[in-house]
């Protein structure tokens, strides 16, 4: 785990929590069809054993996009300071302000052409 949470890029941190997120997601789907097939052949216990491995899929999903969540909550800090509620901006507007911080550093000066 890095020490440094500034250099983390957010983009990336965004596109691995998709991708992870989803393909769990997708394979939970996948044994909860398995489940119902095999329940519906009569293989009963080979239903719930696989109905237990959708449930974990999904149980890690949720558990990794928490983390994920979590980790680029850390990163922002580690930027732009404690973004915690004041009497006049709530801690919605202070992150919308952080990535929109983080988006206009990422993208590339327009080069000046002289007539």
Known sequence: MPTDFSTIDLATLNAAQGVMVAALRDRCC???????????????????????WAFAADLLSATISTEFTNLFSQALTARFGDLTPTTHRSVADQMLDAVALEVSAAQEVPELIAF
């Open 30 to 52: 996948q044994w909860e069809q398995d489940s119902a097939d095999a329940a519906a052949g009569g293989n009963l216990s080979a239903a719930s054993m696989i109905q237990h």
